[in-house]
């Protein structure tokens, strides 16, 4: 079958050959085998580096722990994340993340879009303002699994948030806000309405909306806290890649 693909891992194998780990936008995510990849004459040359969109030529066969990758046609090589370390660190955050959500074999073609985008938002995003791209991605990634915080109502009994209050109770173990009645047992914390006027635009905003959102320091620290807390309940893990993101100021 072919299919469009994204590399998320590699591995040498033997002198020649590679195993990638491809995630399939019609098959889902799997190991494969690019044999003589690095031979001379390979029709894989150039196209398995990691991050690279491309044309899959696959050979499945059902029960196969590595199935067999026949032919690669570069759809999009993102050069451009190799031009600063921040954008390797937030494309290398995201497929993580991708990576730890979807079992090998499972389809899942809104996760290879949403994936598809976010390393295109990874390469051309402002600098300066690539973790707030980041942050947005990650929302929107909880929200398709089915994992996204609460924002209008209480997470625990479903009654609309009270307008016009300055400081809601947050839990991100519990999925969102939480009313005064069921704050008590999920690790709730106080947070400025203005964390979730932020998470709301992280989940509907394109990309020039949030590359000139007006955001407080205080509140993207106090989303960014709340996201990193449900991603990895939600993951069982923390990131690897996260941490080089860190030494990035937002602006």
Same mark, same amino acid.
């Given at each position: 079958? *072919? *299919?469009?693909?994204?590399?998320?891992?590699? =591995?040498?194998?033997?002198?020649?050959?590679?195993?990638?780990?491809?995630? *399939?936008?019609?098959?889902?995510?799997? *190991?494969?085998? !690019?044999?003589?990849?690095?031979?001379?004459?390979?029709?894989?040359?150039?196209? =398995?580096?990691?991050?690279?969109?491309?044309?899959? %030529?696959?050979?499945?066969?059902?029960?196969?722990?590595?199935?067999?990758?026949?032919?690669?046609?570069?759809?999009?090589?993102?050069?451009?994340?190799?031009?600063?370390?921040?954008?390797?660190?937030?494309?290398?955050?995201?497929?993580?993340?991708?990576?730890?959500?979807?079992?090998?074999?499972?389809?899942?073609?809104?996760?290879? %879009?949403?994936?598809?985008?976010?390393?295109?938002?990874?390469?051309?995003?402002?600098?300066?303002?690539?973790?707030?791209?980041?942050?947005?991605?990650?929302?929107?990634?909880? %929200?398709?699994?089915?994992?996204?915080?609460?924002?209008?109502?209480?997470?625990?009994?479903?009654?609309?948030?009270?307008?016009?209050?300055?400081?809601?109770?947050?839990?991100?173990?519990?999925?969102?806000?939480?009313?005064?009645?069921?704050?008590?047992?999920?690790?709730?914390?106080?947070?400025?309405?203005?964390?979730?006027?932020?998470?709301?635009?992280?989940?509907?905003?394109?990309?020039?909306?949030?590359? !000139?959102?007006?955001?407080?320091?205080?509140?993207?620290?106090?989303?960014?806290?709340?996201?990193?807390?449900?991603?990895?309940?939600?993951?069982? !893990?923390?990131?690897?890649?996260?941490?080089?993101?860190?030494?990035?100021?937002?602006?």
């Amino acid at each position: 079958m *072919t *299919t469009p693909a994204i590399v998320m891992r590699k =591995l040498d194998f033997r002198e020649t050959s590679l195993l990638v780990w491809l995630f *399939t936008r019609e098959a889902g995510r799997f *190991t494969v085998l !690019a044999k003589g990849a690095y031979r001379p004459r390979s029709p894989f040359l150039g196209a =398995l580096d990691l991050f690279i969109h491309l044309e899959a %030529d696959l050979v499945l066969k059902p029960g196969r722990e590595i199935q067999v990758l026949a032919g690669a046609r570069v759809e999009n090589a993102h050069r451009g994340l190799s031009r600063h370390p921040l954008r390797l660190a937030g494309a290398s955050c995201l497929v993580e993340e991708a990576l730890r959500a979807l079992p090998e074999g499972r389809k899942d073609p809104g996760l290879f %879009d949403l994936l598809a985008a976010g390393l295109i938002l990874m390469e051309k995003f402002p600098l300066e303002r690539i973790q707030l791209a980041r942050r947005a991605w990650e929302t929107r990634f909880l %929200d398709l699994l089915g994992l996204g915080f609460s924002l209008e109502r209480c997470a625990a009994c479903g009654r609309p948030l009270p307008p016009g209050v300055e400081e809601f109770f947050f839990s991100s173990q519990a999925g969102g806000c939480l009313c005064p009645e069921h704050a008590g047992g999920n690790r709730p914390r106080k947070v400025h309405r203005g964390v979730l006027a932020l998470f709301r635009a992280f989940r509907t905003a394109r990309a020039p909306q949030l590359a !000139a959102l007006p955001v407080a320091r205080e509140d993207f620290r106090t989303a960014s806290e709340l996201l990193d807390q449900a991603l990895e309940d939600r993951l069982e !893990a923390r990131l690897l890649s996260a941490p080089v993101l860190g030494s990035l100021s937002l602006r």
